[in-house]
Each structure stands twice: as C-alpha cells, then as structure tokens.
C-alpha cells in the first residue's frame, strides 16, 4: 500500500474523529460518508455488514469499525493508523475542553454547544437509518423487512434486550433456519 493510501485513511478517521460528536453511533454516518461513497473501499451492504457484527460485540463502535477498516485496507498498520486517526482529535480535544471550558461550564454559549449539535446528529442517523430500510426493502421485501424492524423496535425500545442479542438471534436464525423454508422460497420462484 501506498503512503498516499496510508494518509488517505488516517484523514478520513481524522475527519471521522473531529466531526462525530456525540460518540460512536453519530460516527457511524460519516464513516459511512468517507468509506462507501467517498472512498469507495467497500459497498453499502458490506458496511451494513460489518456494522450488525460490531454491534454484536463489546467496545464502541467506530473504534472497531475503523479497526477492522483500516485492516482491510493496509493490514496491521493500517488498523493502528485507523484506530489512532479516529481517537487521537478526541483525546487532545477533551483534554483541551476540561482544562480550558472548566472556567466556562455554567455560561448558555458552553451549554448551547450541545443542545446545537442534536438535531444535526439526528439528521445524520436517520438519513443512514433511511439508507438501511430501502436496502431491507430490496433484500427482504417491504412485509418481511417491516415485520422485523417493527420486531426489533420492540424487542430493544420496550422490552429493553440488548441490540447485540437481537442481531444475534437473528445471526443465528439467517445460519440456522430450517431448509424447507429455503424450499418455500425457491417453490415460490418457480412459480413466478
């Protein structure tokens, strides 16, 4: 791998890293950005991939995200430039903001910095979220693909399991699942 694929992939976590306030989850969008449509390392479904398996296991999210990323890409150095790009304007910002906004914490301008940031973050999710449903559409079919939003919106908001649980079940069904309903499936494309 080049050292321009190497800056490549610590200014797109760098980027990554600056821009995802609020944590992991509002990361997940622009690493989104940078990786399948500006980048075009990987396609939408392979992100969406890899996203349901980090979730599933311990840790936050971008950081494996850009991990398993910058791996992919350029093998062990890559992960570290990842991993490094994405934490590294985090650590020197947070240190920067307690030592310096400690002064400032109780005035509406320092208060109003996160109430700002909401709505935009939540923008950002749901156009993601939007990204999600219509590739379920098209892999699933509308019935089934809501069926089972409406199943985990459920499972995770009311009755509070763990979104790591739910997609492991249904890891654990799409691997395990009877082979007559595979034979139901094909039955039913013969006939169109």
Do not use: C
């Not at 200014?11 to 989104?32: C, D, E, T």
């Not at 062990?76 to 650590?91: D, E, Q, R």
């Not at 654990?172 to 034979?183: R, T, Y």
């Amino acid at each position: 791998m080049g050292k321009s694929k190497y800056l490549q992939l610590f200014l797109s976590f760098f980027k990554v890293g600056m821009l995802g306030y609020g944590g992991g989850p509002s990361s997940i969008p622009l690493v989104h950005d940078e990786v399948v449509e500006r980048h075009k390392w990987m396609d939408s479904e392979e992100f969406g991939d890899i996203l349901a398996i980090g979730n599933t296991l311990p840790g936050p999210i971008a950081t494996k995200m850009s991990g398993y990323i910058g791996h992919r890409m350029a093998g062990v150095p890559g992960m570290f430039i990842a991993v490094t790009a994405l934490v590294l304007p985090t650590v020197v910002l947070i240190i920067l903001l307690l030592t310096s906004l400690s002064a400032y914490k109780d005035q509406p301008w320092v208060q109003g910095l996160s109430f700002g940031v909401v709505p935009v973050v939540s923008v950002m999710l749901a156009d993601l979220t939007w990204q999600f449903v219509k590739r379920a559409w098209m892999d699933m079919g509308v019935l089934l693909s809501a069926i089972m939003i409406v199943g985990t919106l459920i499972a995770i908001s009311w009755l509070g399991v763990h979104p790591a649980i739910v997609i492991a079940l249904i890891l654990g069904f799409a691997l395990f699942k009877p082979d007559n309903l595979d034979e139901d499936d094909e039955e039913g494309d013969d006939e169109q």
